[in-house]
């Protein structure tokens, strides 16, 4: 196939306009390069994660992401808000947590 030839099956599977999920979106605005499909962090990137972090005072998402060869601002902000961030309690809910959430619901339902 010629690089001007053109198969639509292969556009389909590029440009989903599936506005559920706003598929279209996300690969068009990245042109769907394969640098964007990154698989899984490595331990020098959550270190590099953590640095930029501390260096933009997890600001400037854009910023944090230029300091990680291939990762995204949304991937950068993802990975540290759920896995790396030294605030966030993992875990099982404490009995008192418990208790607070079900007077909450009481008080102001759910």
């Not at 990137?45 to 933009?56: C, P, T």
């Not at 404490?94 to 102001?108: A, F, G």
Request: hydrophobic content about 30%; charged content about 35%.
């Amino acid at each position: 196939m010629h690089e001007d030839d053109h198969d639509e099956s292969d556009e389909e599977s590029l440009y989903s306009d599936d506005s559920k999920f706003g598929n279209w979106k996300l690969k068009e605005s990245r042109n769907f390069d394969e640098k964007w499909a990154k698989g899984h962090w490595t331990a020098e990137e959550d270190s590099l994660l953590h640095e930029a972090v501390q260096k933009y005072e997890a600001k400037n998402w854009k910023k944090i992401a230029e300091d990680l060869n291939g990762r995204t601002d949304v991937q950068c902000l993802h990975r540290w808000q759920k896995v790396l961030n030294p605030t966030l309690i993992k875990g099982p809910w404490t009995p008192e947590e418990d208790k607070l959430v079900l007077l909450l619901v009481e008080k102001n339902g759910p």
